[in-house]
T-cell receptor
Framework: KAGVTQTPRYLIKTRGQQVTLSCSPI?????VSWYQQTPGQGLQFLFE???????NKGNFPGRFSGRQFSNSRSEMNVSTLELGDSALYLC???????????????FGPGTRLTVL | QKEVEQNSGPLSVPEGAIASLNCTYS??????FFWYRQYSGKSPELIMS????GDKEDGRFTAQLNKASQYVSLLIRDSQPSDSATYLC???????????FGSGTRLLVRP
C-alpha cells in the first residue's frame, strides 16, 4: 500500500507570495493532520481534518489555512509568506478518527518550503 | 514551559549498549504517547506507541510510561549505528490527532 504522498517536495517562494501544499493520505485513511517543523520551534501542530471537517487548529495565524476534499486529499495554504514560514511541512494520515488511545498516524515525506 | 520536554543530547552510546531516552510531559490529560525516529532530512517514523502504565516491548525497543510521574521513556537494546537519529516524544489527548512533540533527543551510536 502506498504511503502518504506530499507535493511538491521542495518549493522556493518570496516574501508576500502565497503557497498551496498538497497531501494525499494512505488509501482508505480519512484523517489528515498537518505539522510545521523548524529548527527553532520543532514540530508544531497546524490543523487536523477528518471527513472534510476541521477538528482542531494549532496556534498559528490566520494566514495558515487548510481544507480536505471528499476523497480525503488535503491542501494547506499559506498567504502573505514571511521568512519565518520557511520550514518542513509534514502531513500525517490515519484510518482511525483518533478517539482511542491506540489510534496512530503516519507521516508523509514532507514539503520543504524556503521563503526568500 | 514546553508541554513535552526532552533532553536535546546528543546521547552517545557504544554499539551493542542500551540507549535510554527520556521524556516528561506537563498535561495530565495526555492519554497516549508516541516515539518517532527521524533521520536527518527525513520525516518522522513511528517506532512505538504506549497508553497504559508500565512497559511495552517491540523487538529491541521498550517504551515505559509512568502517568503518576508524567514520564515516558524509550529503551533501545543492542544499539546499532543505524539507530543514530533524532528521537521525538509526542503526547496526545484522546479524541483528536493533535500531537504535542518534544524537541527531540539526538542519539549517536558509536561503532
Amino acid at each position: 500500500k502506498a504511503g502518504v504522498t506530499q507535493t511538491p517536495r521542495y518549493l522556493i517562494k518570496t516574501r508576500g507570495q502565497q503557497v498551496t501544499l498538497s497531501c494525499s493520505p494512505i488509501s482508505g485513511h480519512r484523517s489528515v493532520s498537518w505539522y510545521q517543523q523548524t529548527p527553532g520551534q520543532g514540530l508544531q501542530f497546524l490543523f487536523e481534518y477528518f471527513s472534510e471537517t476541521q477538528r482542531n487548529k494549532g496556534n498559528f495565524p490566520g494566514r495558515f489555512s487548510g481544507r480536505q476534499f471528499s476523497n480525503s486529499r488535503s491542501e494547506m495554504n499559506v498567504s502573505t509568506l514571511e521568512l519565518g514560514d520557511s520550514a518542513l511541512y509534514l502531513c500525517a494520515s490515519s484510518n482511525r478518527p483518533g478517539e482511542h488511545s491506540t489510534d496512530t498516524q503516519y507521516f508523509g515525506p514532507g514539503t520543504r518550503l524556503t521563503v526568500l | 514551559q514546553k508541554e513535552v520536554e526532552q533532553n536535546s543530547g546528543p546521547l552517545s552510546v557504544p554499539e551493542g549498549a542500551i540507549a535510554s531516552l527520556n521524556c516528561t510531559y506537563s498535561d495530565r490529560g495526555s492519554q497516549s504517547f508516541f516515539w518517532y525516529r527521524q533521520y536527518s532530512g527525513k520525516s518522522p517514523e513511528l517506532i512505538m506507541s504506549i497508553y497504559s502504565n508500565g512497559d511495552k516491548e517491540d523487538g529491541r525497543f521498550t517504551a515505559q510510561l509512568n502517568k503518576a510521574s508524567q514520564y515516558v521513556s524509550l529503551l533501545i537494546r543492542d544499539s546499532q549505528p543505524s539507530d543514530s537519529a533524532t528521537y521525538l516524544c509526542a503526547a496526545r489527548m484522546d479524541s483528536s490527532y493533535k500531537l504535542i512533540f518534544g524537541s527531540g533527543t539526538r542519539l549517536l551510536v558509536r561503532p
